[in-house]
């Protein structure tokens, strides 16, 4: 409760952001953003890169030049990544000096902003106009005042000019950091006041930058967020040649019907609310009043329902002070990632200024949330609303007498919460200690692992459970919890059924199929048909990205290390860096442009045909520096992907390796990883069309898990073990054909996917299959595991991370419950679109005994009438 306490403390000095005040340099003219958080579409030279954009700086040859002239219908942009959300207040801008030796600058540019790096915004200024006046000469700094703000991580500038020039750019960003958390609102669309020997009052959300569909506004922020409260007369504003009214969104109890304004809100994690401040206007000689009351639902994930228990509170009214003020609204630390708000109203018209909120970022959910209501409110408890919704021009003395003993609360608060600091710390480093050196428990079954409190106030739905075995599978007696080391015993080869072909799909009902699963029994097609390698019969690769991608038999690989590489060796001099896609332990993936790879290849290039644009490719690159064992790593994987030749798995086209740095050259998916292909989109509908809003259909998703299916059956055919399927690791051409890679370890952009192990490894654990967990064991089984949370990713349309409500450690407990198979495990909720079979299906693969989970041809054979040819 002190670190709370000392939270609240803090949020109440800067609860509402100032932008007048919000105008701290965030790093770039003295090193804070980092040059990996710096990017840029295109270079000159190297000496010009996107690291030398730095205000005031004259590093490399002085700022960041894009490659060429400037077309005026060029895009060219330098991207910062500002690592968190940022209310950015100013931009600054110079050229190019460079000791004197240059002259290139910007006269004008543009704003691209994004707050999750998936979509992003044009910003436009409050009349609407988006190009931003740059400088005049290459050494004075011009300093630009954005009006709206931006809330934002990520930033783009982009270069704008009228004729063919050269131009180039250092840049610094003001602001301050956006505690909030809020990443968008949604609100009924403002109104129209009009009454006679008035003005005519526009009270609508004018730089929203979400979306308007009918007459809601949805997926942004706004006027709400922008640090500017609005005046005691609404027809007054801060800003100059605006409308009246401008200041507010305004809705009338006459237009809305029900008597309240619902407005939804999202937020970027999971926080523990403590209270919300609804900046009001209260100009009742006009109709308008503050809300006498409002009810907040809150959801700890976007897709789950809303609790059914709100949070009530009635607002004590004033009639004599016309005054607009803050209404602080408790919020009784309930932990959401969602809220929906009901205002409701207390006169004709309600009008908000501004909307904040006080959380804590960790959010530690409450066992019975208490309902807040004040509709009988004792004299104390009046006191305290009125203070808070009232403002009051002259405290006087009592603040003075006051500020003593509040100053002396802060300072114990805060020895007490340091002396807290200091034991949780060591606590944990004898925790950790404990547990390096002491031996792996021997779990038994009557042995219970509980997930922590908050797993008491987590709603999942949970589908029947597979059924059990009558006897526990004595391979699974000794459970080592996450240790590599351990070595689970091998399944004798001439133990195991062949394979069938019998399974058979039926049609759809409702103009899909769902996929029919009731045929594919345990003796036809489930898993027993694929060998179950243990960990002896398996090599694992490093490979450039330090994982272990395409564990293999080890006789493959042995065979595989005398044979020669079957494809051909590239002219290094031809691959001209674009730029990194990621990094892992034992070297980088770039982005290429490969000169005249196509008539390398040949008459059996698996590239689509040419229509003039350059070949692009990722080069997987070893480093120098890497180890024997990584090199040796690097070159069997290079002899095993050479034989990959499927047209769902990811293609090794050439080889780099007469010398070093050791080099493989693959296909380049030009729209990315599955998983932020489908975040942009949403489900086909008519609302979509009309808008034009990126969209995928039912038939989409199954064609897209057929394909998955497919390129994964071709893997299990050779007994290859991937470890790593998810959408992070299934990329898309240009024609939506899906192929399976290993990339998705490699990209800090999803590394919070991955639990990293104090010393050993990095695993996907929320795909990962229990026994993987636990016993370290990886076969084509786990695989299944992992392609039933791809298949549930997909029908979310990748919005939300598997388990998003437990921790990694509650991942892990988790994978405990399903060893015991005593009911109490913890399964993935049906998404809302997913066909009911299809989730039947997931519910398979994520059975406890891998002899229940179907086999990738069996998976390949219900989900295969909807591959489209």
Same mark, same amino acid.
């Given at each position: 409760?002190?670190l709370?306490?000392?939270?609240v403390?803090?949020?109440?000095a800067?609860a509402?952001?100032?932008?007048?005040?919000?105008r701290?340099?965030?790093?770039?003219?003295?090193?804070?953003?980092k040059?990996?958080d710096?990017s840029?579409?295109?270079?000159w030279?190297?000496?010009?890169?996107?690291?030398?954009a730095?205000?005031n700086?004259? %590093?490399g040859?002085?700022?960041?030049?894009?490659a060429?002239?400037?077309?005026?219908?060029d895009?060219?942009?330098?991207q910062?990544?500002?690592?968190?959300?940022?209310f950015v207040?100013?931009? *600054?801008t110079q050229?190019?000096?460079?000791?004197?030796?240059?002259?290139?600058?910007?006269?004008m540019?543009?704003?691209?902003?994004?707050?999750?790096g998936?979509?992003w915004?044009?910003?436009?200024? !409050?009349?609407?106009?988006?190009?931003i006046?740059?400088?005049d000469?290459?050494?004075?700094?011009?300093i630009k005042?954005?009006h709206? &703000?931006?809330?934002?991580?990520?930033?783009?500038?982009?270069p704008?000019?009228a004729? +063919?020039?050269t131009v +180039?750019?250092?840049v610094? =960003?003001y602001g301050?950091?956006?505690t909030?958390?809020?990443i968008?609102?949604?609100t009924p669309e403002?109104?129209i006041?009009s009454?006679?020997?008035h003005?005519?009052?526009t009270?609508?959300?004018?730089?929203?930058?979400?979306?308007l569909e009918r !007459?809601?506004?949805?997926?942004?922020?706004g006027?709400?967020t922008d640090?500017?409260?609005?005046?005691?007369?609404?027809l007054?504003?801060?800003?100059?040649?605006v409308w &009246?009214g401008?200041?507010?969104?305004?809705?009338s109890?006459d237009?809305l019907?029900?008597g309240?304004?619902?407005?939804?809100?999202v937020?970027?994690?999971?926080r523990?609310?403590?209270?919300?401040?609804?900046?009001?206007?209260n100009?009742f000689?006009?109709g308008?009043?503050?809300?006498?009351?409002?009810?907040?639902?809150f959801k700890?994930?976007l897709?789950?329902d809303?609790e059914a228990?709100p949070v009530?509170?009635h607002?004590v009214l004033?009639?004599?002070?016309?005054?607009?003020?803050y209404?602080?609204v408790? #919020?009784?630390?309930?932990?959401a990632?969602g =809220?929906r708000?009901r205002f409701?109203?207390a006169?004709?018209w309600?009008m908000?200024s501004?909307?904040?909120?006080?959380?804590?970022?960790?959010?530690i959910p409450?066992?019975?949330?208490?309902?807040?209501t004040s509709?009988?409110?004792t %004299?104390d408890?009046?006191?305290?609303t009125?203070l808070?919704?009232?403002?009051? &021009?002259?405290?006087?003395?009592?603040?003075d007498?006051n500020s003593?003993?509040?100053?002396?609360g802060c300072l114990v608060?805060?020895?007490? #919460?340091?002396v807290v600091?200091?034991?949780?710390?060591l606590?944990c480093?004898?925790v950790?200690k404990?547990?390096e050196k002491?031996?792996?428990?021997?779990?038994?079954?009557?042995q219970?692992?509980?997930?922590s409190s908050?797993?008491?106030?987590?709603v999942?739905?949970?589908p029947p459970v597979?059924?059990?075995v009558?006897?526990?599978d004595?391979?699974?007696?000794?459970v080592?919890l996450l240790d590599?080391?351990?070595q689970?015993?091998?399944v004798?080869?001439?133990? =195991?059924?062949?394979?069938?072909?019998s399974a058979e799909?039926?049609?759809?009902?409702g103009?899909y199929?769902?996929?029919d699963v009731?045929?594919?029994?345990?003796?036809?097609c489930?898993?027993?048909?694929?060998?179950h390698?243990?960990e002896?019969?398996?090599v694992s690769l490093?490979?450039?990205t330090?994982?272990?991608?395409?564990a293999?038999?080890?006789?493959t690989?042995?065979s595989?290390t005398r044979k020669d590489?079957?494809?051909? %060796?590239?002219?290094?001099h031809?691959l001209?860096?674009?730029?990194k896609?990621g990094?892992g332990q034992?070297?980088?993936v770039?982005?290429?442009e490969?000169?005249g790879l196509l008539?390398?290849?040949?008459?059996?290039t $698996?590239?689509?045909e040419w229509?003039?644009?350059?070949?692009l490719?990722?080069v997987?690159?070893?480093r120098?520096d890497?180890t024997n064992?990584a090199r040796?790593d690097?070159l069997? %994987?290079i002899k095993?992907?050479?034989?990959?030749?499927?047209?769902?798995i990811i293609r090794?086209?050439?080889?780099?390796?007469?010398?070093? $740095?050791?080099?493989?050259?693959?296909e380049y998916m030009?729209?990315?990883?599955?998983?932020m292909?489908?975040?942009?989109?949403?489900?086909?509908?008519t609302?979509?069309?009309?808008?034009?809003?990126?969209s995928?259909s039912?038939?989409?998703?199954?064609h897209?898990s057929a394909q998955?299916?497919?390129g994964?059956r071709?893997l299990?055919?050779?007994?290859?073990?991937?470890r790593?399927?998810?959408?992070r690791? +299934?990329?898309?051409?240009?024609?939506?054909?899906?192929?399976i890679?290993?990339?998705?370890m490699s990209r800090?952009l999803?590394?919070?996917?991955?639990?990293?192990?104090?010393? !050993?490894?990095?695993l996907?654990i929320?795909?990962m299959?229990w026994?993987?967990?636990?016993?370290g064991?990886?076969?084509?089984?786990?695989?299944?595991?992992?392609?039933g949370?791809?298949?549930?990713e997909?029908f979310t349309?990748?919005?939300?991370q598997?388990?998003?409500l437990?921790?990694d450690?509650?991942?892990i407990?988790?994978? *405990?419950e399903?060893?015991?198979s005593?009911g109490r495990?913890?399964?993935?909720?049906?998404?809302?679109?997913c066909? &009911?079979?299809?989730f039947e299906?997931?519910?398979?693969?994520?059975?406890r005994?891998i002899s229940?989970?179907?086999?990738?041809?069996c #998976?390949?054979q219900? =989900?295969?009438?909807h591959?489209t040819?």
């Open positions: 409760m002190l709370y306490l000392l939270l403390l803090q949020t109440k800067n509402q952001i100032d932008p007048a005040h919000c701290y340099p965030l790093g770039m003219e003295d090193g804070r953003i040059d990996t710096i840029a579409s295109s270079q030279y190297e000496t010009t890169g996107p690291q030398f730095r205000l700086r004259e %590093e040859d002085g700022a960041w030049c894009p060429g002239p400037l077309e005026p219908a895009v060219q942009y330098l910062l990544d500002l690592r968190q959300l940022t207040t100013v931009v *600054g050229g190019r000096y460079a000791r004197s030796s240059g002259n290139e600058f910007a006269r540019y543009r704003l691209d902003y994004s707050r999750d998936r979509v915004i044009s910003w436009t200024n !409050r009349l609407g106009k988006k190009i006046e740059g400088n000469n290459a050494y004075t700094s011009v005042d954005l709206p &703000p931006v809330i934002a991580r990520y930033l783009r500038i982009i704008v000019t004729i +063919c020039t +180039c750019m250092r610094e =960003l301050c950091p956006w909030d958390g809020l968008a609102y949604s403002g109104q006041l009454s006679p020997g003005p005519i009052a009270l609508n959300d004018s730089t929203y930058d979400g979306v !007459r809601r506004l949805s997926g942004g922020l006027q709400l640090g500017v409260t609005g005046q005691d007369d609404f007054q504003t801060h800003q100059y040649n &009246p401008y200041d507010y969104v305004g809705w109890n237009s019907g029900p309240y304004v619902e407005v939804e809100f937020f970027d994690r999971m523990n609310f403590t209270s919300m401040k609804v900046h009001s206007n100009m000689s006009r308008v009043k503050i809300f006498s009351s409002v009810s907040c639902w700890p994930r897709i789950a809303w228990e009530e509170f607002t004033d009639d004599r002070n016309p005054s607009a003020r209404v602080t408790p #919020l009784g630390w309930r932990t990632k =809220l708000c409701f109203f006169d004709v309600m908000f501004e909307i904040s909120f006080r959380s804590v970022n960790s959010a409450t066992q019975s949330p208490p309902v807040i509709s009988h409110p %004299e408890s009046s006191m305290r009125t808070d919704t009232v403002t009051t &021009p002259n405290k006087g003395a009592s603040t007498d003593t003993s509040i100053l002396i608060t805060i020895i007490l #919460l340091l600091i200091i034991f949780l710390i606590w480093q004898y950790c404990v547990l002491a031996p792996r428990r021997i779990l038994k079954e009557e219970t692992v509980r997930l908050s797993s008491d106030t987590i999942l739905q949970s597979p059924p059990r009558s006897q526990m004595p391979h699974y007696e000794r080592f590599p080391q351990y689970g015993p091998a004798p080869r001439n133990n =195991l059924p062949e394979l069938s072909q799909a039926s049609g759809f009902g103009g199929a769902e996929p009731t045929q594919c029994t345990p003796h036809q489930f898993q027993s048909s694929v060998p390698y243990a002896t019969d398996i490093q490979g450039v330090g994982s272990n991608m395409y293999v038999p080890a006789v690989v042995d595989l590489i079957s494809v051909g %060796e590239f002219p290094r031809r001209h860096f674009r730029e896609l990094e034992f070297g980088e770039h982005l290429c490969a000169e008539e390398f290849l040949g008459e059996n $698996p590239l689509p229509d003039g644009r350059p070949v490719v990722a997987k690159q070893l120098p890497a064992n040796n690097f069997k %994987e095993i992907m050479s034989r990959l030749k499927d047209p769902n090794l086209l050439c080889v780099c390796v007469s010398s070093d $740095p050791l080099c493989m050259v693959t030009e729209n990315g990883d599955l998983n292909f489908l975040s942009q989109r949403e489900m086909e509908s609302l979509t069309h009309a808008n034009n809003i990126p995928v039912m038939s989409d998703l199954l897209m998955i299916s497919s994964m071709y299990a055919s050779l007994n290859f073990v991937h790593d399927l998810a959408t690791n +299934c990329l898309l051409d240009r024609r939506l054909t899906i192929k890679a290993d990339f998705g800090n999803y590394s919070s996917d991955y639990y990293r192990i104090q010393g !050993r490894a990095v996907p929320r795909w299959a026994e993987s967990i636990l016993l064991k990886f076969t084509t089984a786990s695989d299944v595991w992992a392609f949370v791809t298949l549930w997909i349309l990748c919005k939300e598997p388990y998003s437990l921790t450690e509650q991942v407990e988790n994978s *405990g399903f060893f015991r005593q495990q913890i399964f993935l909720s049906a998404p809302p679109p066909p &009911p079979s299809l299906l997931m519910m398979r693969c994520w059975s005994d229940n989970r179907p086999s990738f041809n #998976l390949y219900a =989900l295969r009438p591959v040819h």
